[in-house]
């Protein structure tokens, strides 16, 4: 099972700093999101250099999550010379992940 | 009374056959228009430089041009970041063009004080490890994000359209309901109410099917003529979030979410100029067809400080891009990054960093994984920023000498140049940056 079979995700980015909300799209998939998908996962996802970059904040009753990952972006969108300086595209790669069946 | 309060455009590009939309059949009390990204004010600072009559956004004119008379007409004023570096200029324009429209007794105001260059000197920079002052004739611009009272009280002395610069965006969308609803500066928790429904309106069609379509998956119906959203807020600041019937996109449960956490690092404290927004209980509940009921937002006591945006000169960035394709398109892709960084090295001393990628392999997702099949084509991009002008044009040009000189089979390359405005913030104490507003009147 791939984390996109159960949840959304959007991305965002403030300085150079990179957001990662996933959202379960049904309340019986949330316990599954929220236990697969700790801050060294997503940190090792990202290639982050370690877990002291990412913050992971839960809303449970929205069954979502939203991964806060510092110095994401190459000093941030005015001065990278990244093609997607904001860091959009990266996020939709977390629903590759796979997931643990029960 | 509810309130009804619009958002005309997301971000300085957006659409405008929504506004015109929501401005002539919205019911709207307000429409909002927010345009101004990050470094936008740093650019328009350099524009006013050259002509004090410039320095505001460059749509502001198309904008204002299709929605005035219907918003007019209908009783709907308006508030926007459009002033960019130059909020007079920008209101001398609007009033210009309520006249040429026949708009008689239309008021314009201008807020002004972000703008806070001259008190900057000795602000610590976050990103750059020194102070304001050390980035020299570097330095362009300083805005501070001020928050709603002034835009607020330009509302209360009776202005039609309130035009700003720095301002936080959900700033934009609490100042009218701080001054329809008459809430207080110190009422933090509905202050961080109305700053979830800024918020949420602030992207427009974020929140009502943009940037959340995925075929097959995540579905919009008629994306292509999304509409932008519009909120009907109570006076406690419970408030429904919804669209225009006929519209396309949709408005759910889902869009709300994603939108929620957009750009947001902890839920619980989003720190704006006026509140420390709280939206970690914040709840959704779909009670109609596009119609999503939001509620659970609470606040805190503000910092006290105020976010200031500085922008500074800091070179240039020279791209290129060409393509590959066929068996072996990934190879030579690599190979004619090899070359052009090879070529460069010449330079050295003149480039500060530097770039080479493969777009369809590895550029905006990361390195390939290993196993990777091979795509049936690339397009090698390769960007570097220079100390000058000149060096960026050559790394523009090394690119499109990969047509003679570079591996089998190159085509469509293009190449381009830019200035580098850096962007590093720091805070400010709230009491030392004064805002005001000036009333245009015929």
Redesign the interface.
Known sequence: MKLGDIAHVRTGDKGDTSNVAIVAYRSEDWPRLDAALTAERVARHFGAPDTGDISRYALPQLHALNFVIRGALSGGVTRSLALDAHGKCRGATLLDMDLPTD | MTVRIGAGAGFAGDRIEPAIDLAKRGNLDFLVFECLA??TIALAQQAKLGDPRAGYDRMLERRMRAVLEPCWENGTRIVSNMGAANPLAAAEKVREIARDLGLRGLKVAAVKGDDVLEHVGNLDLI?TGCTASALGNRLVSANAYIGAASLAAALDAGADVVICGRASDPALFLAPLIHRFGWGLDDWDRLGKGTLVGHLLECAAQITGG??A?PG??DVPDLARVGFPLAEVEPDGSAVITKLDGTGGMVTR?TC????????????AYLQPDVIADF?????EEVGRDRVAVSGATGHEATGKLKVSVGYR?GW?G?GQISYAGPGCVARGHLAIDLVAERLALRNGEID???G?L?GWN?????APHGTPEPPEVRM?Y???CRTRETAGIVAEEVENLYLCGPSGGGGATGRIRE????A?GFLDAGRVETRFELLED
Request: proline share 4%; hydrophobic share 40%; no cysteine.
């Open positions: 990050e470094r990103e940037y959340f995925d998956i995540k889902a979410i994603e939108q929620l956490l957009y750009e947001i690092h902890d839920p619980a970690s209980g914040v709840i959704f800091d960035i791209e960093e530097h770039r990628e777009i550029a905006v997702s990361g390195p991009r960007a570097a920023r580098v405005i850096g962007i913030s």
